[in-house]
């Protein structure tokens, strides 16, 4: 955020030269001549202002938990956090269409839809300054709360069987999350930089429901244990371990836009929502994870859309990974471990976003990527299989 400081003063003039050459053979750059006159768009973006007003912001935390020990070697734990933050950073547009001239316009005979979109910062000049174009201004101006509840069951190792559990129900809720990278599919700038009101929903980070149950067991089977200890079978069955992690997860939010400036501000807005989002036309197949296009409308000019900020929740996650590991000691030093490792053993697609866009009447609800590993490769099954000496 800060790194963009340099368009606030003093001002820093960038020079860019290709040179294809080494040093020695470039001659120095040429002197600048600057100037006072400034066309329409010249200060094009990114144009970064930070407000002379700028905070830092303000965070206040609260916890209230609970642990116990139910069973030997088996302890619950339930908690709630709370949190509730201030003058957290957000971009509004340092220019935007002011409501006095367009109002002025639509007197004069004007038709609204003929007022949208970049015609009303420069063939209109409805803005202060026609030389700025959309210049982002970081101000402290939004806010943000949060309400967690979040459960632990802890088993310690003990009869080869050890087992953490842990799940969190959870609600965030802001004006403005990142004013850099938004969430897939959503927008920095708010509808309205004169309302921010619409902006307050959902956190791009929210995730309503997550459970995350990781475990080790070992089979009481083989050399050493309690079952079939002895002979060549004991010997088969030694030092066979099952491990895994499960993950249970909801989606993340995200906006809906149409294609309409009926706010007037320069920029798309959101839709208004009409009926049941949950009716989906027949024949849609598992792609189709959001909304029905049919509970929606483009809103009249001059109105604000009904539709707030992340109102729908993209799709969840329910992941299985599974280790399964067998040692076999041939001296007491010496031992060879087999390792069988499935990522998303059941093959369960993890889908993106879908398609946010009311006008795209063939990708809207539609979600055409999958999410994949965190490592950068794909979300499908993934099979590995490796082996070890220990000495």
Do not use: C
Not at 9 to 27: C, H, K, S, T, W
Request: proline content about 7%; hydrophobic content about 35%.
């Amino acid at each position: 955020l800060f790194g963009n400081a340099r368009s606030s003063p003093p001002f820093e003039q960038a020079l860019f030269n290709a040179i294809g050459d080494i040093l020695p053979n470039v001659p120095p750059p040429t002197t600048v001549t600057t100037t006072a006159t400034l066309n329409n768009g010249d200060l094009g973006g990114p144009f970064i202002i930070f407000d002379r007003h700028f905070q830092t912001p303000l965070v206040q935390s609260w916890n209230l938990g609970v642990q116990q020990e139910v069973f030997p070697s088996v302890t619950v734990e339930v908690n709630y956090v709370g949190q509730h933050a201030t003058h957290l950073f957000r971009d509004v547009d340092g220019n935007p269409p002011q409501p006095a001239k367009i109002a002025a316009l639509i007197a004069a005979g004007r038709n609204p839809a003929s007022l949208q979109g970049q015609a009303l910062r420069f063939s209109l000049s409805t803005v202060n300054n026609t030389a700025l174009f959309e210049p982002l201004v970081q101000e402290s101006v939004a806010s943000g709360i949060y309400h967690g509840l979040q459960l632990g069951v802890t088993k310690r190792f003990s009869h080869g069987l050890q087992i953490q559990g842990s799940y969190t129900y959870s609600h965030a809720i802001d004006n403005g999350s990142d004013p850099i990278d938004p969430t897939a599919g959503n927008r920095g700038l708010p509808r309205n930089s004169f309302n921010l009101g619409p902006e307050r929903g959902n956190s791009d980070f929210d995730i309503r429901h997550r459970a995350v149950i990781n475990y080790i067991y070992e089979l009481p089977v083989g050399k050493g244990k309690a079952h079939v200890s002895g002979g060549a079978m004991g010997r088969v069955l030694e030092g066979w371990q099952v491990s895994g992690i499960m993950i249970f997860s909801g989606g993340l939010p995200y906006d809906i836009f149409g294609n309409r400036d009926d706010q007037h501000t320069g920029l798309s807005d959101r839709v208004n929502l009409i009926g049941d989002p949950s009716n989906h036309p027949p024949g849609t197949d598992k792609t189709h994870t959001g909304p029905a296009r049919s509970s929606f409308q483009l809103a009249a000019f001059g109105t604000v859309p009904n539709l707030t900020r992340n109102k729908f929740f993209g799709p969840g996650q329910n992941n299985f990974d599974v280790v399964l590991q067998k040692t076999t000691s041939f001296t007491e030093r010496f031992k060879l471990v087999l390792r069988f490792e499935s990522y998303n053993l059941f093959n369960r697609v993890y889908f993106g976003q879908p398609g946010n866009l009311f006008q795209n009447a063939g990708t809207f609800g539609v979600s055409s990527t999958q999410v994949g590993r965190p490592d950068g490769t794909s979300g499908a099954r993934q099979l590995q299989v490796a082996a070890k000496i220990h000495f």
